[in-house]
């Protein structure tokens, strides 16, 4: 059974930094895109960063750009989110997910993650004024 275990959410005023971590265990697939979602208050979730577990190829959001960055760690099978200059209106719940599917912005999506993948739990992110 696929585990998807997110740690590091917290609260940090505006500006401030966070890391998030995503440890995954029983995927069996060689192959796979793993990232972060995240959901505010009353609005869709939508797909923040992504990575091709094994390889090099990311996907950002054009509204984190320059700002997160995914990374991974193969022998502990995790994968990172770190956060900068966060913003108030990031706020969210931030949700790791793991999915056969590729890595690119038509795809990494919750309709694809829900048809291929896998969700974790989610973690909460609270950026104040």
């Known amino acids: 059974q696929v585990q998807l275990v997110e740690s590091g959410g917290g609260s940090v005023q505006a500006g401030g930094s966070l890391r998030l971590s995503c440890a995954a265990s029983?995927?069996?697939?060689?192959?796979?895109?793993m990232g972060w979602f995240r959901q505010a208050p009353g609005k869709e979730r939508e797909g923040v960063a992504a990575?091709?577990?094994?390889?090099?190829?990311?996907y950002y959001a054009d509204s984190v750009k320059g700002r997160f960055t995914i990374s991974q760690d193969n022998d502990k099978n995790t994968v990172y989110l770190q956060m900068n200059s966060l913003k108030p209106e990031e706020t969210a719940i931030y949700y790791c997910?793991?999915?056969?599917?590729?890595?690119?912005?038509?795809?990494?999506?919750?309709?694809?993650?829900?048809?291929?993948?896998?969700w974790g739990q989610g973690t909460k992110v609270t950026v104040s004024s």
């Open positions: 997910a793991a999915a056969a599917t590729y890595c690119s912005g038509a795809y990494w999506t919750p309709v694809w993650v829900a048809r291929l993948g896998y």
């Open positions: 029983g995927y069996k697939g060689s192959s796979y895109c």
């Open positions: 990575i091709y577990f094994g390889g090099s190829r990311t």
